[in-house]
């Protein structure tokens, strides 16, 4: 099972950018998804995430600015950045908790992906 991150880059404040996570593998089942962030010096941080029934849920410093959402058929979650501050500058991991097929047994992990630079210049 692996999940790919895709997206990010470098923005103006006031920019908008778009990462997209895909998993691929045995998965069988997808349950919540998230996006993290991680600061330089700072502990990585919820920034949304989804449950496989659509529920949201934000950081507070996010919210009205940055938007959630996934495909359950194609295994991906999405996020939106509207109004970027150079604050939400960070590495953004995707994140998701899924049921797998280990080949004999059906397994529950917790996936990351890769990690990438979103970069808000003042």
């Known amino acids: 099972v692996q999940l790919q991150a895709f997206g990010g880059g470098l923005v103006q404040a006031g920019g908008s950018l778009g990462l997209s996570c895909a998993a691929s593998g045995t998965v069988v089942s997808i349950n919540d998804m998230g996006w993290y962030r991680q600061a330089a010096d700072n502990r990585r941080a919820l920034v949304a995430a989804i449950t496989s029934g659509g529920r949201t849920t934000y950081l507070d410093s996010v919210k009205g600015r940055f938007t959630i959402s996934r495909n359950n058929a194609l295994k991906t979650v999405d996020l939106l950045m509207h109004s970027l501050k150079p604050e939400d500058t960070a590495v953004y991991y995707c994140?998701?908790?899924?049921?797998?097929?280990?080949?004999?047994?059906?397994?529950?992990?917790?996936?990351w992906g890769q990690g990438t630079q979103v970069t808000v210049s003042s």
């Open positions: 994140n998701a908790e899924l049921i797998y097929d280990d080949g004999q047994y059906r397994k529950a992990g917790t996936f």
